[in-house]
C-alpha cells in the first residue's frame, strides 16, 4: 500500500536535503516546515503559548461580561457572602450555577485526578515516549514536572505546612469562620481555638466570611489545564513534526539557543505519513484533550456564576506563577533545566 504524501522528513532526510541544497541545487525533497529564524525570549512564553495563554483572562472577562449583561443571571438572587447565586433549583439561573451539577461534583471535585489520569495515560501510553534510549529518563523527569505542579496544587489548595495558601490568604486578609470562633476552644490567642481553614470551617458549621478568597476552581483548572497542554502539546507536535516554532534556552555558556539542540535523536513518526490531529494526540493526548476541554467549560461556569472579578485574577495569578516555574524558568536556568527537562526534549 502506497503511503500518503509526507510534509515532514526525518531528520536524516531533512540533513540530506539541506546538504543537497547547499552542494548542488539538486534535491527533489520538498523544504522543511518553515522555521522562524527569529529567536523567542527564553524568558517568556513562545508567541504560541501566548496566545494560548491569553485565552484565560479572555474567558474570565467574557463570562464576567455575559454575568452582567444576561437577564437570566442578572434576575436571579445572588448571595455575596457565599459568592453564589442562590442554590434551589427553581432559583438558580442555569444548571451551572449550583455547586451540586454533576461537572463540580464528580469532574471538577476530583479534578486533579482527572489530570493526572489524562498524563499518565499519555506518558505511558504514547509513542513519543516509547523507544529511544532514553525512554525512561524522559519519563521520570515528565513526573517529576507532575510532581512540582501537583507540589504547587497541594501547598495552594490543600495543606503548605499546615493551612494551605487559599485559607492562609483568607485569613490574612481579614476573613474568619463566623459563628464557630465563638463556639470552638482550644489553642490560639487567648485560649480560644481558630477554624484555620475552610474545610474546618464547613465541616463545625460555620461561615468563612470576610477575607479575600482566591477563586480554587480557577487556580485548579487553570493549573491542570495548562499543565496538559504543556505536556501534551509539545510532545505530540515534536513527534509528529507539526513544530513553527521552537522554545528558546540558556546554555551553561550563556548562549541562547532553541531548545531542540539538547533533544536528544530518537524516531519520531514518519511512517504513516501526514496524521490527523486526533492520530497525533493517541489515547491519552485525546483524554488530555477532553479534560483540558472540560476545564475550559468550567472555568467559562466559575467566570459567569461564582466569586468576584477579583477573587478570580488572583485564582489565575497564582496558577500562572506555578507554571512559569515549572514550564519557563527551566529555560533560562540550565541547572533546573537537567532536573526537570523541557516536554518533547
Ligand atoms: C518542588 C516542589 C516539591 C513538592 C513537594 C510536595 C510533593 C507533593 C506531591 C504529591 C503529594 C501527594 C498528592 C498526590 C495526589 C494525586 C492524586 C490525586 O489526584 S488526589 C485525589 C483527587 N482530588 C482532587 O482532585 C481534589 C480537587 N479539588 C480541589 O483541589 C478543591 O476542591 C478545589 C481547589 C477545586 C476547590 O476547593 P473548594 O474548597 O472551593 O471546593
Ligand atoms: N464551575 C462551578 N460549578 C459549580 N460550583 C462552583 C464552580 N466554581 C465554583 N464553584 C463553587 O463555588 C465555591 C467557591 O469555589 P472556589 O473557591 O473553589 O473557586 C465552591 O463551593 P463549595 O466550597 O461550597 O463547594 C465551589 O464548589
Request: hydrophobic share 45%; charged share 15%.
Amino acid at each position: 500500500m502506497s503511503s500518503p504524501t509526507r510534509r515532514y522528513k526525518s531528520p536524516s532526510e531533512l540533513s540530506r536535503a539541506n546538504n543537497n541544497n547547499n552542494n548542488n541545487n539538486t534535491t527533489h525533497l520538498p523544504p522543511p516546515p518553515p522555521q522562524n529564524n527569529h529567536r523567542n525570549t527564553p524568558y517568556l512564553p513562545t508567541p504560541t503559548e501566548l496566545a494560548l495563554l491569553t485565552l484565560y483572562p479572555t474567558l474570565l472577562l467574557f463570562g464576567a461580561l455575559f454575568s452582567l449583561l444576561s437577564p437570566e443571571t442578572r434576575a436571579a438572587p445572588y448571595d455575596t457572602l457565599r459568592q453564589a447565586h442562590a442554590q434551589d433549583p427553581s432559583l438558580a439561573p442555569s444548571y451551572f450555577a449550583r455547586k451540586d451539577n454533576l461537572f463540580n461534583v464528580l469532574f471538577v471535585k476530583r479534578g486533579w485526578a482527572w489530570i493526572t489520569a489524562a498524563f499518565g495515560a499519555f506518558v505511558l501510553a504514547h509513542p513519543a515516549y516509547r523507544g529511544g534510549g532514553n525512554q525512561t529518563r524522559r519519563r521520570v523527569r515528565a513526573g517529576v514536572r507532575w510532581v512540582v505542579v501537583t507540589g504547587w496544587w497541594v501547598f495552594v489548595t490543600q495543606w503548605c505546612f499546615g493551612p494551605p495558601i487559599i485559607d492562609r490568604g483568607f485569613r490574612w486578609s481579614g476573613g474568619k469562620c463566623e459563628v464557630v470562633e465563638e463556639m470552638v476552644f482550644g489553642f490560639g490567642e487567648g485560649g480560644v481555638k481558630e477554624v484555620v481553614t475552610a474545610a474546618a470551617c464547613k465541616a463545625s458549621g460555620g461561615s468563612w466570611r470576610g477575607g479575600h478568597d482566591i477563586s480554587g476552581h480557577v487556580f485548579l483548572l487553570v493549573l491542570g489545564s495548562f499543565f496538559l497542554v504543556q505536556e501534551v502539546g509539545w510532545v505530540a507536535a515534536r513527534w509528529a513534526r507539526y513544530l513553527g516554532e521552537e522554545r528558546c534556552v540558556v546554555m551553561h555558556d550563556g548562549a541562547v539557543k532553541g531548545a531542540g539542540v539538547e533533544a536528544e535523536r530518537r524516531e519520531q513518526q514518519e511512517e504513516a505519513g501526514v496524521l490527523t490531529v486526533l492520530e497525533t494526540l493517541g489515547f491519552g493526548g485525546r483524554l488530555a484533550a477532553a479534560v483540558t476541554g472540560l476545564c475550559a467549560w468550567m472555568l467559562l461556569m466559575t467566570a459567569i456564576y461564582f466569586h468576584t472579578w477579583f477573587e478570580k485574577l488572583t485564582g489565575l495569578v497564582v496558577a500562572l506563577a506555578g507554571l512559569y516555574v515549572t514550564y519557563i524558568l527551566p529555560r533560562w536556568i540550565p541547572a533546573l533545566r537537567s532536573i526537570v527537562g523541557l516536554p518533547g526534549i
